[in-house]
Structures are given as structure tokens and as C-alpha cells.
């Protein structure tokens, strides 16, 4: 069974760049959901997709915005970048309540420097 | 509002020793709770979970019980080992529609020394 994969590793991107950051869900799971880590915290909720439709959205600006694909892998898309959007980005799919379940399991993570 | 708490680190210890880590939580309902294991560079790895009250969750020598009265998860294992340092995230899941958003503490460092 294949995990939770993530791409790139790092980026580096300069204030104002448009980035995009890219999720494969595990085996068998329809929900993917994103969080902010910054240096030393919490991860925080950025927002979660379920087959396809955006389901819930934490406290964050719509510069940030995503996609999920009919294979349930995801996007994360952040416009206009600000030096306070470095971060660590997780990814982490489950199965919703589809499975009965709702045990998140994550990436291991994009490094987003913004310079 | 809901929200998890725990107990500031760094936490050092000597290797075999006993190790307590404090998370208290504030939620309406009854949401499921879980630990997280942050080794350095590496994304969230699931430890432990419970699903309701005096459940407990185990998982490579690591225990916690679900206290309702208390609001309390708090992390335990009795012989720390130096592969055990990383940080540590206690977590709440706010269950809507069909899925359910974590909470997360700050997480709680742990450092175990030979």
C-alpha cells in the first residue's frame, strides 16, 4: 500500500511568486486535507477536499487555494507570496466518513522558503 | 472555541526513563483524540489514537487514555529510548459533513540522552 506522497521536497520562491504544491493521497482514501507548519508550531488547517469539492476552510486568505482530481490526488496553490507563507506544507488523505473513519495520515511535507 | 494544550518542552531525559507528556483539550461533542510523532525534517506520523472515552491507545510502548472528566490525553511509556527524541503532537479531531479537521497543540520536544 503506497503512503501519502508529496512533491517538490523544498522550493524556494520570491515574494509575490505564485506557487503550487502537489499531493498523492494513499490507497483507497478520498479526502485530503492541507496544513500550514510554521517553524516551531502546530500544523494549522488550511482546508480539506472531499471527492473533489472543497469541505471546510480554516482561517486563511483566499490566495490559498486548491484541487482535487477524479483520482483524488490534490493541489495547493498559493498566489501572491508573502515571507510569512515559509512553512512547512502537509498533505494527509483519509477516508472520510465514507470508511467510518476519520484518521488522518500525512506526507512527509514541502519546504516553502519565500525570499 | 475547541483547542488542545500541552506541556511546554524541551523535555530531556535519560535514556530508560519514565516519560509523561500533559495534553488537555477543550471541544464540544465528543472528538476523537490522537498523538502525532514529528521526527526532525520528517512529516507527522500517526503514534497513538482513541476514539471515545476510557479508550486507551497503544502503540510501540506508548499508552494514553481518553479522560473525559479531565479532558485529558496525556502521553506515557515507561523505558525512553535516544530513537524516541522527536517532537510530539497531541490532536483532536473536530468531526463535519464528511470529514473532520485536526487541532493540534504546539507540540512538546522530546530529547533523550544515552
Known amino acids: 500500500e503506497t503512503g501519502v506522497t508529496q512533491s517538490p521536497t523544498h522550493l524556494i520562491k520570491t515574494r509575490g511568486q505564485q506557487v503550487t504544491l502537489r499531493c498523492s493521497s494513499q490507497?483507497?482514501?478520498?479526502?485530503v486535507s492541507w496544513y500550514q507548519q510554521a517553524l516551531g508550531q502546530g500544523p494549522q488547517f488550511i482546508f480539506q477536499?472531499?471527492?473533489?469539492?472543497?469541505?471546510g476552510r480554516g482561517n486563511f486568505p483566499p490566495r490559498f487555494s486548491g484541487l482535487q482530481f477524479p483520482n483524488y490526488s490534490s493541489e495547493l496553490n498559493v498566489n501572491a507570496l508573502e515571507l510569512d507563507d515559509s512553512a512547512l506544507y502537509l498533505c494527509?488523505?483519509?477516508?472520510?466518513?465514507?470508511?467510518?473513519?476519520?484518521?488522518?495520515?500525512f506526507g512527509p511535507g514541502t519546504r516553502l522558503t519565500v525570499l | 472555541g475547541n483547542s488542545v494544550t500541552q506541556m511546554e518542552g524541551p523535555v530531556t531525559l535519560s535514556e530508560e526513563a519514565f516519560l509523561t507528556i500533559n495534553c488537555t483539550y477543550t471541544?464540544?461533542?465528543?472528538?476523537?483524540l490522537f498523538w502525532y510523532v514529528q521526527y526532525p525534517g520528517e512529516g507527522l506520523q500517526l503514534l497513538l489514537k482513541?476514539?471515545?472515552?476510557?479508550d486507551k491507545g497503544s502503540n510501540k510502548g506508548f499508552e494514553a487514555t481518553y479522560r473525559k472528566e479531565t479532558t485529558s490525553f496525556h502521553l506515557e511509556k515507561g523505558s525512553v529510548q535516544v530513537s524516541d527524541s522527536a517532537v510530539y503532537f497531541c490532536?483532536?479531531?473536530?468531526?463535519?459533513?464528511?470529514?473532520?479537521?485536526?487541532?493540534f497543540g504546539q507540540g512538546t520536544e522530546l530529547s533523550v540522552k544515552p
Open positions: 494527509a488523505s483519509s477516508r472520510g466518513l465514507d470508511g467510518g473513519m476519520d484518521t488522518q495520515y
Open positions: 490507497s483507497g482514501h478520498n479526502t
Open positions: 477536499y472531499y471527492r473533489e469539492e472543497e469541505n
Open positions: 471541544a464540544t461533542g465528543y472528538p476523537s
Open positions: 482513541a476514539t471515545k472515552a476510557d
Open positions: 490532536a483532536l479531531s473536530k468531526i463535519y459533513n464528511q470529514g473532520g479537521k485536526l487541532i
